[in-house]
């Protein structure tokens, strides 16, 4: 499946520096990274900044959660939310 | 009164047995159904050979399954052995093997898991499944239990009952020596900080209680065991949401949760990610802390936000569960660290030098702790547990064995202490307790490391990041990716190096130690304090 420019930059980035432990081949787009513990609080604050820097948004707190945080997919849906104001 | 843990259960059941004692993801358990459920799963343990004075592990995220497994392994007068959800199959396959667990708790949708962890055999007996799959899996040959076949048992306490001095739980924590090592409590040690704590807060059947910390970190033994005493409600926060600062405040103030226990780096997230400046605090009656120094500066906030709540800093390593506490009766005017506090939990200290002898009043010197909540020892290791659990005499004259904690601290006056520092290489991240030199041991076991140092690097939010320098075997290059997912491999996550430096060798100081601070600002990969 192809994936927008976002959801490569957020793969590549959860890839080298969060999942170390796993190869490239095996993180589908919709593979839920909380539900098998892939991700902790501080993975999580990474992922939060390096979004704000690379796609130059500011994720609010309030929307750092579960629902939009389990998935390269839904983490690239919450930047597009946010940056385009709604 | 000579007491044991399911005690507390089976009295909450029988006074209140309508009430919740578990409300998660908007389920509700009764008291009636965890004591029920319970007695169950001890009846199912036994029926699989568990046995009085055996130990049980547990691998599965939090669920009122996990809780009721608690009590199911207590009641078989087993000894629960919570092994970290999210560590990886090797750790699991250690910790069972090193703890010689009878039987293990778990999930079936773990298999894949736990069939690396037992690829080469597994010490237990049968594997009950929480998760009470269709088909059961069946791992290194063993019998596998889904939840539903509990209904086959009698929902009667069982036979015998333990004991106070049989073991209660096994809590593995990190090891210097590359190995984590498994500290042992009793019913009776176990209930001589509960008892104190629910008594002190007075935990009673209107308490909402807050229930985070994993099972595997002794905060828990609180959430877990002084609600059921007092026969108030606990909150467990699902795996999914414990790792969001926002959710875990929404749920806290949306149950209207009366007592949260956190560690500082919990609350501070809370406060700095979590929104929670706007949330209602309103029915918070009790905020504990433990496990890290709380920066005094969010305590101070955090009093202004729930100015009518009770505030107590609670200070203990595993080894001897909580044994001092300081009561802050009113926000510090001051920006000097706060008191570790006076001794709790029946516990006596005592303030030694290096030789073993008292210090001068209000001088440094590590803390000895002795009484009836400090640990029995590490689980087979009796060596390690003779250089901490050591005879000393006590204050008020006499011998007593206490036990070393590592800490340094002085006596302000009073008997108040304050805690000063370690004696050692042992750091708190996220209010885990974590020796660097497990850390190092695991990076030395790769080819391509000669030699390895980890740093940790002071961090406003979450207390201490993770470093680590590393000089290259002969010959070898050092790759950061392999070296991390050899460590993940290895240890829990918390655990895992942020950055990973290669240095051609490394400073020494005139004693040929290794200089740890002269490798702090030269460390490679940025700045990892930003």
């Known amino acids: 499946m192809t994936l927008s420019p976002t959801e490569s930059a957020v793969r590549d980035y959860l890839l080298t520096e969060i999942l170390y432990d796993r190869n490239l081949q095996d993180l589908p787009a919709d593979e839920n990274l909380i539900d098998k513990g892939l991700l902790d609080s501080l993975a999580i604050l990474k992922v939060v900044t390096f979004c704000e820097e690379q796609f130059g948004v500011t994720i609010p707190d309030t929307e750092v959660l579960p629902d939009n945080m389990e998935s390269v997919r839904t983490i690239a849906a919450l930047v597009e939310r946010v940056r385009s104001g709604h | ?530």
């Not at chain 2, 020892?377 to 050591?390: C, D, F, Q, S, V």
């Not at chain 2, 695991?442 to 979450?462: C, F, K, T």
């Open chain 2, 1 to 530: 009164m000579t007491r044991v843990l399911p005690d507390l259960l089976a009295t909450s059941a029988a006074r209140h047995g309508a009430r919740d004692a578990i409300v998660m993801d908007g389920s509700r358990m009764s008291y009636t159904a965890l004591e029920q459920g319970a007695n169950r799963l001890a009846r199912s343990l036994a029926a699989h050979g568990v046995r009085r004075g055996d130990r049980v592990g547990m691998w599965l995220p939090k669920s009122p399954e996990a809780v009721m497994a608690v009590w199911g392994i207590l009641k078989a007068g087993a000894a629960y052995v919570p092994v970290d959800p999210g560590a990886p199959p090797a750790r699991l396959g250690f910790i069972a093997r090193d703890g010689a667990i009878a039987g293990l708790i778990t999930r079936a949708d773990r298999a894949p898991g736990l069939a690396e962890a037992f690829a080469d055999g597994a010490p237990m007996r049968a594997l009950w499944y929480a998760d009470d799959p269709a088909k059961a899996p069946r791992i290194a040959g063993l019998p596998g239990v889904p939840w539903r076949a509990l209904a086959a048992e009698s929902d009667a306490p069982p036979d015998p009952a333990p004991t106070p001095d049989d073991l209660a739980y096994v809590l593995y924590t990190s090891g210097s020596t590359g190995e984590p090592k498994g500290v042992m409590h009793t019913h009776a040690s176990a209930l001589a900080f509960v008892e104190w704590a629910a008594e002190t807060f007075a935990v009673g059947p209107d308490d909402r209680v807050a229930g985070h910390a994993p099972f595997h970190f002794d905060l828990s033994t609180f959430d877990l065991f002084a609600t059921a005493r007092g026969g108030a409600s606990l909150h467990p926060v699902p795996a999914r949401a414990a790792s969001f600062p926002a959710a875990i405040a929404k749920l806290y103030t949306g149950e209207r949760l009366t007592i949260w226990y956190e560690t500082p780096s919990g609350l501070v997230l809370m406060l700095t990610r979590g929104n929670l400046r706007q949330l209602d605090l309103s029915a918070l009656r009790v905020l504990l802390f433990a496990g890290e120094v709380m920066p005094v500066k969010v305590l101070r906030e955090l009093m202004a936000l729930a100015p009518h709540a009770r505030f107590a800093n609670l200070y203990g390593p595993t080894e001897t569960n909580v044994c001092t506490w300081h009561d802050v009766t009113a926000p510090p005017s001051d920006d000097r660290a706060l008191p570790i506090g006076r001794a709790c939990s029946g516990d006596t200290l005592a303030i030694l030098d290096e030789s073993g002898s008292p210090v001068a009043p209000g001088a440094p010197g590590e803390l000895w702790v002795h009484g009836a909540s400090v640990m029995r020892g590490y689980w087979g290791r009796a060596e390690r547990t003779a250089e901490t659990l050591r005879p000393i005499e006590l204050p008020a004259g006499g011998t007593a064995v206490a036990y070393a904690t590592g800490d340094v601290v002085r006596d302000s006056g009073d008997g108040v202490l304050e805690f000063l520092g370690r004696r050692d290489h042992q750091i708190k991240t996220r209010g885990y307790r974590v020796e660097l030199g497990e850390i190092e041991a695991v990076l030395q076991r790769h080819p391509s490391v000669a030699e390895a140092v980890v740093l940790a690097i002071p961090d406003p939010e979450i207390t201490h990041r993770l470093i680590a320098v590393v000089v290259p075997a002969a010959g070898a290059a050092i790759d950061e990716a392999s070296l991390k997912q050899h460590c993940a491999a290895a240890l829990p996550r918390y655990m895992v190096p942020e950055h990973i430096g290669a240095r051609d060798a490394l400073p020494r100081t005139s004693s040929g130690k290794v200089d740890r601070r002269a490798l702090l600002p030269s460390t490679p990969s940025g700045d990892p304090a930003s």
